[in-house]
Nanobody, 129 residues
């Protein structure tokens, strides 16, 4: 089955930047990376998992209002990888960050609701002086 692995989480000072990666593997024959929409979520201790951004199979994107202008989602299908570039990080961004994927061929839209079929294990982002 599809496996997702996040990487790139780190300790960063306020105002710093990070680029998270989400690598996919185990694609079924005939259902390669371009058939999946991808989303990024984060979850801080004691809080609900919240959607940050998503990218559809056709490249359409959505962003949570509170991260617009601060993050950029992208995908490189040739590398089976999606990315989340985060700039001007603040302490409130401290959380475990997860990527998720759904088989959603030819869709122009994507969702930031946490009902995706496939999830990574998460990567820790800590923003602190």
């Amino acid at each position: 089955q599809l496996q997702l692995v996040e990487s790139g989480g780190d300790l960063v000072q306020p105002g710093g930047s990070l680029r998270l990666s989400c690598a996919g593997s185990g694609f079924r024959t005939g259902y390669t990376v371009q058939f999946y929409s991808v989303a990024w979520f984060r979850q801080a201790p004691g809080k609900e998992r919240e959607g940050l951004s998503c990218i559809s199979t056709t490249g359409g994107t959505n962003y949570a209002d509170y991260v617009k202008g601060l993050v950029t989602i992208s995908r490189d299908n040739a590398k089976n990888t999606a990315y989340l570039q985060m700039n001007n990080l603040e302490p409130e961004a401290t959380a475990v960050y997860y990527c998720a994927a759904d088989l959603n061929p030819r869709s122009t839209i994507c969702t930031m609701q946490p009902d995706y079929d496939y999830w990574g294990q998460g990567t820790q982002v800590t923003v602190s002086s």
